[in-house]
């Protein structure tokens, strides 16, 4: 008797589907934010997480905020500097061009200075999910 | 290039942005995305709000 295959089940998550672009889209999205999203075809929703992840770290550059380089000193520092590094390219960037390495002595540059380690963390989250379409865990 | 925001202000566009974020990561369709980020956008700015009257509880 042949045997019946099951159909999936309402609100059941799809099996992963690994392939080079699991590896690639993370790691392009990354680099530039949104990158990920577009290089699946997913324009728009790219086009919107570069802007948002853009704008929030040249505002915090804007705002006079401190960009963090290594370090093993203060735990906060460390982990300002995971923040920062979660930007990709645009910490690169920054880095190279010597931008955000200010004191820090004014109210709105701490705000600055949260506002570009937020955006590292939400293109962050942006690359995991260009890992998870890739994965074909969502649409 | 320096930019001086209220404090206010610097608020709404962080939760607009991490909104956006939010939305278009944490849900599948249009739709969903749209409406979860409203949802976000509304929670950051009523929490601040709310945060605020309650440091001028605690202070008064």
Known sequence: MAAKTNPQRAGEVPSATFSAMTVVAPAVGWLVPGLGHMVQGRWWRGLLLFISVFAMFFLGLAMQGKIYAPNTGDILDMLGFVGNLGAGGLYIVSQGMGWGQGAVHRATADYGTKYMIVAGLLNLICAVDAYHIALRKKG | ?60
């Open chain 2, 1 to 60: 290039m320096t930019i001086e925001l209220s404090h206010f202000t610097a608020t709404l566009l962080f939760a607009i942005f991490a909104s956006i974020v939010f939305g278009i990561t944490q849900r599948s369709t249009s739709r969903e995305m749209v409406r979860y980020g409203l949802y976000c956008f509304c929670l950051f700015v009523g929490g601040v709000l709310l945060a605020g009257w309650a440091m001028w509880l605690l202070k008064h």
